[in-house]
């Protein structure tokens, strides 16, 4: 049987989960950089931008997975930071634009 179906198809799993959750949430928030200038409190919350990305990591995952794990890691990690990492610099571009008329 799949590590992955043993994971989501049980309590065991869903507590499993949490702590993947909670971690990753742990590492994105230690890597992540606070909103910088005088408009900072204008800027998305921290936390928010934190559980945003770890869940779409962790849906892609599990979409990733239930789809048996086709494409390769590699290519699964830069189509992740692709995504990430657009979404990311449009949401800065709109913020200085917004803010600092930049």
């Not at 989501?8 to 742990?26: D, K, S």
């Amino acid at each position: 049987m799949c590590l992955h179906w043993v994971l989501v198809g049980n309590r065991g799993g869903a507590i499993a989960l949490g702590m993947v959750r909670q971690t990753v949430c742990e590492l994105v928030s230690g890597e992540l950089m606070a909103p910088a200038g005088k408009n900072a409190k204008d800027a998305m919350p921290r936390e928010f931008i934190v559980q945003y990305l770890v869940e779409v990591y962790i849906t892609m995952m599990n979409w990733w997975l239930d789809d048996g794990a086709k494409l390769a890691p590699q290519q699964i990690n830069l189509m992740f930071q692709h995504l990430t990492t657009e979404g990311i610099a449009n949401h800065l571009r709109w913020f200085r634009r917004r803010h600092c008329g930049t």
